[in-house]
């Protein structure tokens, strides 16, 4: 960050600092042509981007358009009063997560997983949990010391909280994805009622995940951690292993 | 006023809410505002997240929580900080959230405050009794969305159920899951001595057990989806059975699918907070002749109605108020937003 940038009054950069400028890009269902610059233009000022200049068009077919614009932004956001809650752990690699589990908790970590209630969608959970992870991170399956079993998607609450009791499980970790109309939130309430219910939530650690899902939002609902975009096997393993020995779960 | 039926009778009360959005902040600093007046101490927490300004799910604005003079209060440590009214630290507790340690103060000068407590039952009890200490004459746990378990009787006391429009545009349906709540709160409680003598003990021991002529307890860790086992574990001579944990819809299902016996068996849960039935499965259900009873009643002070939903419609105030306090009888019905 450079030394004359006010954080209280942030503003996008383009070429010199403060000007404001960002660029645009999206695509209008309007036919290509004079018109439709002018609609991308009209819109951008309705947005209050002030000196908006079309600076690309191109006819996607079927009377669709699509642009890249640039404006100058009137608005600034205080960035020194921001503080984002993030899961407050130190983040090991996979072995070192291994190595931690060998020291300090000296038995097979086990992590139950799933997409739960109507959500369909597999690959956030996957990403997590599979032997082969996402980006380059392997999943938890990978890691010595950690029995992890994913139960894939659209599976009831009650069938993940029983497989957990089932396998004396340490952790639950739950992926919600489809946001429409609040589904997950009812979804996760009912889960840690369920978890109340049957006098389990002391003896598990409950993490929920998915693009949409913050560290924030997890203490609302009653979660000890929320995960969202960009996480891997190895942030979720870091906080688990963690709180086994800080909560005493050994 | 509320305060009235509280003050020397509870110790603890809740406020659970039948969805977000039903008026359970409001209902709260209306509770705060009768406490000041009538000079009881509160002492103050949230399982969720109360006071902000805007609301973390729906972006929608929320009102804000003013505390008076000497009032407690568990909130996380970093809300601690952002708060207007002027805190002494009592106690920093061992209690993790999401949002920091919690933290116990006093407020010394008053204002308005956030609260994030913590939110496992266990806890909760134990921060309850933490405030009791520092001087609280009445504890209020706030609840989240639609969170019910801090109702269960081994966690508060007392509790408060805010309701209102946005459970169904539909007013009649947003009255009859109010009116089926209230009922799953008012379940009966079974007399039965000798069943509330051998439950104790399953309770401690988280056994499902089957009582007749012998009591036995299930070689089984929980009733979900461990239905059919309950079921064939009933016999001829079966009375009641007794569940320590939840008990679903599944459960009930795959029980009585199992075995005509449960005809002649009563299910006895903890409390309510324990049943996740809803209203249709639960008349089902009676017309097979379930029964289900709980060892513990809720003790439901009011039912407070916001007759505004969060989309933007509403109801009639009067003639929703009249019709659910006609259906809850004895209840009072409290049109917090008036
Ligand atoms: C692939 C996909 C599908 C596939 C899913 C196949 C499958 N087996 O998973 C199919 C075609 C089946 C599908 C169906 C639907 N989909 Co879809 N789908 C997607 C899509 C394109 C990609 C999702 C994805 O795989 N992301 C990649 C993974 C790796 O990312 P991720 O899930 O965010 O996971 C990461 C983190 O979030 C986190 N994480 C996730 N879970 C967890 C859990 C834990 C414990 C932790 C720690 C971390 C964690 O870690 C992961 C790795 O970093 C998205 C759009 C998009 N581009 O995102 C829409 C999207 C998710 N789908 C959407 C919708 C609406 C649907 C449908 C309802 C469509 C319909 N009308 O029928 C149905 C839903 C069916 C159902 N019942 O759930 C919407 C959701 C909108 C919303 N906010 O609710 C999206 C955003 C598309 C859109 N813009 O409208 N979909």
Request: zero cysteines; aromatic letters at 6%.
């Given at each position: 960050m450079s030394s004359q940038v006010d954080l209280t009054k942030v503003k996008p950069y383009g070429d010199t600092l403060n000007d404001g400028r960002m660029q645009f890009s999206f695509t209008l269902p309007v036919p290509f042509g004079d018109e439709a610059d002018e609609a991308a233009k009209q819109l951008l000022i309705k947005m209050g981007i002030e000196e908006p200049s079309i600076v690309y068009s191109e006819d996607l077919g079927v009377g669709y358009t699509f642009f890249t614009a640039y404006g100058k932004c009137q608005h600034t956001v205080d960035y020194s009063s921001i503080e984002v809650p993030k899961v407050d752990v130190e983040i090991m690699d996979k072995y070192g997560v291994e190595d931690f589990i060998k020291e300090h908790i000296k038995r097979d970590v086990v992590i139950v997983g799933a997409c739960t209630g109507t959500d369909a969608h597999t690959v956030g959970i996957d990403a997590i949990m599979n032997m082969k992870g996402f980006d380059g991170h392997y999943g938890l399956e990978r890691y010595h010391g950690i029995e992890a079993i994913n139960m894939g998607s659209q599976v009831p609450n009650e069938e993940l909280i029983a497989k957990a009791i089932e396998l004396n499980a340490d952790a639950i970790v739950v992926s919600q994805v489809v946001t429409q109309k609040d589904v997950h939130i009812l979804n996760l309430t009912n889960m840690i009622e369920l978890i109340e219910a049957e006098g389990l939530r002391d003896k598990i650690i409950l993490i929920c995940g998915g693009p949409r899902i913050n560290h924030e939002l997890a203490k609302e609902l009653g979660y000890d951690a929320g995960f969202g975009p960009k996480t891997y096997a190895e942030h979720v393993a870091s906080f688990v292993v963690n709180q086994i020995v800080d909560r005493n779960m050994i | 006023m509320l305060i009235e039926r509280i003050i020397n009778k509870y110790k603890t009360i809740s406020i659970v809410g039948m969805a977000k959005n039903a008026?359970?902040?409001v209902t709260l600093n209306a509770l705060l505002d009768e406490a000041y007046e009538s000079q009881v101490t509160i002492g103050l927490t949230s399982i969720g997240r109360d006071g902000e300004r805007q609301d973390l799910v729906t972006q929608t604005e929320k009102p804000m929580i003013y505390v008076y003079e000497g009032t407690l209060v568990a909130t996380s440590e970093s809300l601690f900080q952002m708060s207007d009214a002027k805190l002494e630290v009592m106690e920093i507790t061992d209690f993790h959230t999401p949002m920091g340690k919690i933290v116990i103060g006093k407020v010394?000068?008053?204002g308005y405050i956030q609260i994030a407590g913590p939110s496992r039952n266990s806890e909760i009890m134990s921060t309850?009794?933490?405030m009791r200490d520092f001087g609280a004459n009445l504890v209020v746990v706030d609840g989240a969305i639609d969170r019910k378990t801090t109702a269960s009787?081994?966690?508060?006391d007392a509790t408060i159920l805010s309701t209102g429009a946005v459970l169904s545009r539909d007013m009649q349906t947003a009255i009859t899951k109010t009116v089926y709540q209230?009922?799953?709160?008012?379940?009966?409680k079974t007399e039965d001595v000798s069943i509330r003598a051998i439950a104790d003990q399953a309770i401690r021991n988280n056994e499902i057990t089957v009582i007749g002529e012998t009591v036995k307890a299930l070689d089984i860790k929980t009733a979900l989806n461990a239905g059919h086992t309950i079921g064939a574990a009933l016999k001829d001579d079966s009375t009641a059975i007794l569940?320590?944990?939840?008990?679903?819809?599944?459960?009930?299902?795959?029980?009585i699918k199992t075995n005509h016996h449960y005809k002649h068996v009563t299910v006895v849960v903890r409390d309510a907070t324990r049943i996740f039935i809803d209203y249709k499965d639960w008349i089902y259900f009676e017309k097979l002749g379930v029964r289900i009873k709980v060892l513990d009643s809720i003790n439901l002070l009011a039912v407070t109605i916001n007759p505004t939903a969060p989309e933007g419609y509403y109801f009639d105030r009067e003639s929703y108020k009249n019709q659910l306090a006609f259906y809850l009888k004895d209840l009072p019905v409290i049109d917090v937003m008036s």
């Open positions: - | 008026g359970k902040t010394i000068f008053p309850a009794e933490k009787p081994s966690i508060t209230v009922a799953l709160f008012n379940l009966e569940l320590p944990g939840s008990l679903v819809t599944k459960t009930v299902m795959d029980m």
